[in-house]
């Protein structure tokens, strides 16, 4: 039974530049959340997707962005990338919105 | 604005003994709570959790304890074994509102489990 599953594992990109991020549910999840982790702080939430719509949204700019796909999986866009986008970026399941939310390792994403 | 606090963010203790990290928030509208571990180059795993119609909630060696009045929280590790060091996270999720699914972390307490 897979897990989350994120890709890349690390990315490094220019000031300016826009990412794309990847997540797979855990099978049997139609719920995926995106968080941005700092160094040294927690998990704050970007966004929620549930029958592909944006369902819930943190306090993050229109600069993040997102989309679900019939399979469940997910993408997490960054445009206009700046240094203080630099963070570990979390992806999580669940079904049915549910709080009980299952990780995957994360993307490290570096901005220079 | 910190809804979620810890405001330890390390503990050290001996192995076989008792861990207690503590967690506060502040929304009272807060109504499930749930504690996270987090090993290096990992994502968080889910631990244990409480709903806020109980002041109690157990699973083997972890329970957690709500104490609503004073909008506190606590993880209970007994007995605490070094693989247990790692960082935990408290989170809380206001599903009495639309929020539901929408995790509120804490900063995170840095657990050592020492032999």
């Known amino acids: 039974d897979a897990g989350v599953t994120q890709s890349p594992t690390h990315l490094i990109k220019t000031r300016g530049q826009q990412v794309t991020l990847r997540c797979s549910p855990k099978?049997?999840?139609?719920?995926v959340s995106w968080y941005q982790q700092a160094l040294g702080q927690g998990p704050q939430f970007i966004f929620q997707?549930?029958?592909?719509?944006?369902?819930q949204r943190g306090n993050f700019p229109d600069r993040f962005s997102g989309h679900q796909f019939p399979n469940y999986s997910s993408e997490l866009n960054v445009n206009a990338l700046l240094l203080g986008d630099s963070a570990l970026y979390l992806c999580?399941?669940?079904?049915?919105?549910?709080?009980?939310?299952?990780f995957g390792p994360g993307t490290r994403l570096t901005v220079t | 604005d910190q809804q979620v606090k810890q405001n330890s963010p390390s503990l050290s203790v001996q192995e076989g003994r008792i861990s207690i990290l503590n967690c506060d928030y502040t929304n009272s509208m807060f109504d499930y709570f749930l504690w996270y571990k987090k090993y290096p180059a990992e994502g968080p795993t889910f631990l244990i959790s409480?709903?806020?119609?109980?002041d109690k909630n157990e699973d083997g060696r972890f329970t957690v304890f709500l104490n609503k009045s004073a909008k506190h929280l606590s993880l209970h590790i007994v007995p605490s074994q070094p693989g247990d060091s790692a960082v935990y996270f408290c989170?809380?999720?206001?599903?009495?509102?639309?929020?539901?699914?929408?995790?509120?972390f804490g900063q995170g307490t840095t657990l050592q489990v020492k032999p």
């Open positions: 989170a809380a999720d206001p599903r009495g509102s639309s929020n539901t699914g929408k995790l509120i």
């Open positions: 999580a399941s669940s079904f049915n919105q549910g709080a009980e939310q299952y």
């Open positions: 099978s049997g999840h139609d719920t």
């Open positions: 997707y549930y029958e592909e719509e944006e369902r």
């Open positions: 409480i709903s806020s119609i109980k």
